[in-house]
């Protein structure tokens, strides 16, 4: 998962108030109880000493229900500047949580989000392409639809014969192709500005052939089929539903298992690769790490490993010492360490894998490194 959306959060030096909410709309008196749950926090959260503007910034929002229905969790963060981070997450956290500290709490966030997948819808027929975008730089729910039309508007062949017939049969293969063009082009600049990892097609079947025709080599590169979709009333949701969610655990699956079978060889051999929670936290101060793989704890009440940080992200260790070692400004602090290791993550651009049997970890914890040389821990 990439944390570059969480890059500001990660680099502001804070105090920050982190906040994990049930905003579900499933209860009569849901809002009522919001209301108390809220109160009660923000006099704990007082008591912690966070900021007042942060406080009166989450006043706003803490207590207003999701616009969805069922249940739905919310994170929110906030510092003196006003709110952070406000994110819908697709459950309610096992418990309320309610924290302040010079480090944004950002895990319960990114296990909430880490199997997203950023993908690019093409729903497709003759006349062009409704395309629906997931953000690069953004959470869940973050989306752009555009509609891509080339405006040819031969767009259907009909039976008959005859000179006339065949020109009028070519006039409407060349709206298709103008057409399918127009979409090519704006897909090749959506995966070339925006990154995703699958682009889903579905649709017309011969309008999906002329995109191919005309589509470049890294928009082919990451076109799965999707059937049941279409750009008009009529398709089965929940059939099409399904066949989406297959389509992206596919992609879910690759991504996980290219990381651990990376992760693995490279331990193997004694290469880009570091296990236990001591070689991780000194790759991450180095700047090597390039995707940290976590077996987590979810438990919220569980007791967390502590580090010591500075005020910058990657002023990082597992004793007060080495932070100090690093020349920084101010006096060493202790923190969750899974609140650290983010920090650290999103500000040095690397990624997170959370993973389950596989592979073998030391403290549960490894990662892959962008390079190793001979300081680098076995």
């Known amino acids: 998962m990439k944390l570059d959306w969480l890059k500001p959060v990660a680099?502001?030096?804070?105090?920050?108030?982190?906040?994990?909410?049930?905003?579900?709309?499933?209860?009569?008196?849901?809002?009522h109880e919001m209301e108390v749950r809220w109160k009660d926090a923000r006099e704990a959260l007082a008591g912690q000493g966070a900021p007042e503007p942060a406080l009166q910034a989450l006043d706003d929002v803490a207590t207003t229900p999701a616009e969805v229905g069922g249940p739905v969790g919310r994170a929110l963060i906030a510092s003196t500047g006003g709110i952070e981070i406000d994110v819908l997450l697709p459950d309610p956290p096992a418990q309320d949580e309610a924290?302040?500290?010079?480090?944004?709490?950002?895990?319960?966030?990114?296990?909430?989000?880490a199997d997203d997948v950023r993908y690019v819808m093409v729903e497709l027929d003759r006349a062009g392409a409704d395309i629906t975008?997931?953000?690069?730089?953004?959470?869940?729910?973050?989306?752009?639809?555009?509609?891509?039309?080339a405006g040819h508007d031969l767009l259907h062949k009909i039976p008959g014969g005859g000179w006339a017939h065949l020109r009028y049969q070519h006039a409407v293969q060349d709206s298709w192709d103008h057409n399918a063009a127009a979409?090519?082009?704006?897909?090749h600049a959506i995966v070339r500005d925006q990154h995703p990892e699958v682009v889903l097609l579905t649709g017309d079947?011969?309008?999906?052939?002329?995109?191919?025709?005309?589509?470049?080599k890294q928009v082919l590169e990451l076109l799965v089929d999707?059937?049941?979709?279409?750009?008009?009333?009529?398709?089965?949701?929940?059939?099409?539903?399904?066949?989406?969610?297959?389509?992206?655990?596919?992609?879910?699956?690759?991504?996980?298992?290219?990381?651990?079978?990376?992760?693995?060889?490279?331990a193997g051999r004694g290469g880009r690769a570091v296990k236990g929670l001591a070689?991780?936290?000194?790759?991450?101060?180095?700047?090597?790490?390039?995707?940290?793989?976590?077996?987590?704890?979810?438990?919220?009440?569980?007791?967390?490993?502590?580090?010591?940080?500075?005020?910058?992200?990657?002023?990082?260790?597992?004793?007060?010492?080495?932070?100090?070692?690093?020349?920084?400004?101010?006096?060493?602090?202790?923190?969750?360490?899974?609140?650290a290791i983010v920090r650290a993550l999103a500000a040095s651009d690397a990624e997170i894998e959370l993973v389950a049997e596989r592979p073998d970890l030391v403290q549960g914890i490894g990662a892959v490194l962008r390079y190793a040389d001979a300081s680098t821990p076995a």
């Open 226 to 266: 999707v059937p049941g979709g279409s750009r008009h009333p009529g398709v089965h949701e929940e059939s099409f539903n399904a066949a989406v969610a297959e389509a992206l655990e596919q992609v879910r699956r690759r991504r996980r298992d290219a990381v651990v079978d990376e992760f693995e060889q490279e």
């Open 279 to 339: 070689p991780v936290v000194d790759a991450l101060r180095r700047g090597q790490v390039r995707t940290v793989l976590l077996r987590d704890d979810p438990d919220p009440g569980g007791e967390s490993e502590m580090l010591w940080v500075g005020a910058t992200a990657l002023e990082i260790g597992t004793t007060a010492e080495e932070v100090r070692a690093l020349g920084g400004d101010g006096e060493p602090f202790r923190v969750r360490a899974d609140a």
């Open 99 to 113: 924290v302040t500290g010079p480090v944004a709490h950002l895990m319960p966030l990114v296990r909430s989000l």
């Open 133 to 149: 975008v997931t953000s690069s730089d953004a959470p869940r729910g973050s989306e752009e639809v555009r509609e891509v039309t």
């Open 183 to 187: 979409v090519a082009e704006e897909l």
């Open 11 to 31: 680099t502001d030096p804070g105090p920050h108030v982190s906040v994990y909410v049930d905003v579900s709309r499933t209860r009569e008196k849901g809002a």
């Open 205 to 216: 079947v011969k309008a999906s052939a002329a995109l191919r025709g005309k589509a470049a």
